[in-house]
């Protein structure tokens, strides 16, 4: 989240940003420190914040602001923080409802886009709408309102949309905007990279998956340069691609590959000659960000029980599952920061703000603070790697 006054844009922390967030939905009333850390300890916040935990957070956003006008006071007896005067706008959770109420709405595709692309993360992701914090629900209104305007559009309007998969991802919980971007059905879109045994992939995951197959490497470069990964939950992909004249390994060196350098999928490498080796299978992991390894019996046949849990772990939208998916990212990350190290294309400065950083994301992660992890994890991304910015953790 950002502040824009006048003098320019001011980057806020996550915490900062959901405290401004509350005090600016707040209007011209306030809110008092009560109703502030009411607001703050709302679900899905696993660590609850102290009363003097609250007025510190004002004081550091004053200072951080440095906003002369609107000034955030507080009044020792029945007092209430409020931005005065009431200057919403230089907020974008503010500038998003009054955006969304804007007359014409559903003819401006570029102003659909620009709404969409005010949300860089979520503070309420995961949870039920019923546990939310009531000075979140004018906000959420306006996404419900906005969701509405995207469904009646037609839906080449839609593909028009960059920002729509991205918006979608941090709402989970919306199966109609999930329809939008995830397929007819609004099941978690899988991609399938395999040349043996798809048909019986297919068969074993179509209830719950919608796929998108590619059976061949050639069909795989059909995928890429149609723009059929953008929508893309997860990916199962062959280790062993054949090609003539060229190794099979194409599974893994380019297309595994190309999904670690150009998107944020997670990806399970499917073969049937998984190394026995735990190091082995670790360095693999970490080398191509892979989220897990998955073997195929002996005979090429499919492990139909290994494949299912695979891709349903990562897919599983539940704390644990996150927090695993994050840790493989995390470690690949330093591995990859590592090994540029080694090679001194990287300063020894940068690998161990590298290692600080991921530590610092662990101890969340280990204290059961998923939502603040995904946030810090999506920075320290951005810092450390070249990947895009569509998370899917």
Not at 99 to 128: F, H, M
Not at 169 to 180: C, H
């Amino acid at each position: 989240m950002c502040v824009e006054p006048a003098a320019g844009s001011v980057p806020l922390t996550t915490a900062l940003a959901e405290t401004l967030t509350f005090i600016a939905l707040s209007g011209e009333q306030g809110i008092s420190p009560d109703e502030l850390r009411e607001a703050l300890n709302a679900p899905p916040r696993q660590r609850l914040i102290t009363p003097g935990g609250v007025q510190h957070r004002v004081y550091e956003l004053k200072k951080r602001t440095k906003l002369p006008i609107p000034d955030i006071r507080f009044e020792e007896a029945g007092g209430r923080y409020v931005l005065t005067p009431f200057c919403g706008g230089w907020v974008d959770a503010w500038e998003f409802i009054t955006g969304v109420q804007g007359r014409g709405l559903t003819a401006d595709l570029a102003e659909i886009d620009r709404l969409l692309a005010l949300w860089r993360g979520n503070p309420i992701k995961g949870a039920k709408e019923s546990e939310v914090s009531r000075w979140w629900q004018p906000v959420l209104a306006a996404h419900r309102r906005l969701v509405d305007v995207i469904a009646g559009l037609p839906q080449h309007q839609r593909g028009m949309l960059a920002n729509l998969h991205p918006y979608a991802d941090l709402f989970p919980r919306d199966v109609v905007l999930r329809q939008l971007v995830g397929g007819p059905s609004g099941k978690p879109r899988l991609l399938v990279v395999e040349d043996q045994v798809m048909d019986a992939i297919i068969e074993l995951l179509e209830d719950e998956f919608d796929i998108v197959q590619a059976r061949s490497y050639e069909k795989w470069r059909e995928v890429v340069r149609g723009g059929g990964l953008r929508d893309v939950d997860a990916a199962l992909v062959d280790r062993h691609l054949k090609l003539p004249n060229f190794d099979d390994n194409y599974g893994t060196i380019k297309v595994a590959t190309h999904l670690m350098q150009y998107t944020r999928i997670p990806v399970t490498l499917m073969s049937v000659d998984v190394e026995f080796s735990a190091d082995k299978q670790l360095e693999i992991c970490n080398k191509y960000r892979l989220v897990n390894v998955v073997r195929k019996h002996e005979n090429g046949a499919l492990n139909r029980q290994g494949v299912l849990e695979a891709v349903r772990k990562m897919t599983d939208r539940g704390d644990r599952a996150i927090a695993w998916r994050l840790e493989r990212w995390l470690a690949s990350v330093v591995y990859q920061v590592e090994g540029a190290h080694l090679y001194a294309r990287t300063s020894a400065k940068l690998f161990e703000d590298c290692r600080h950083e991921s530590d610092r994301i662990r101890q969340l992660l280990s204290s059961g603070r998923v939502v603040e992890a995904e946030a810090e994890f999506d920075r320290f991304v951005h810092r450390f790697t070249d990947s895009p910015d569509t998370a899917r953790s």
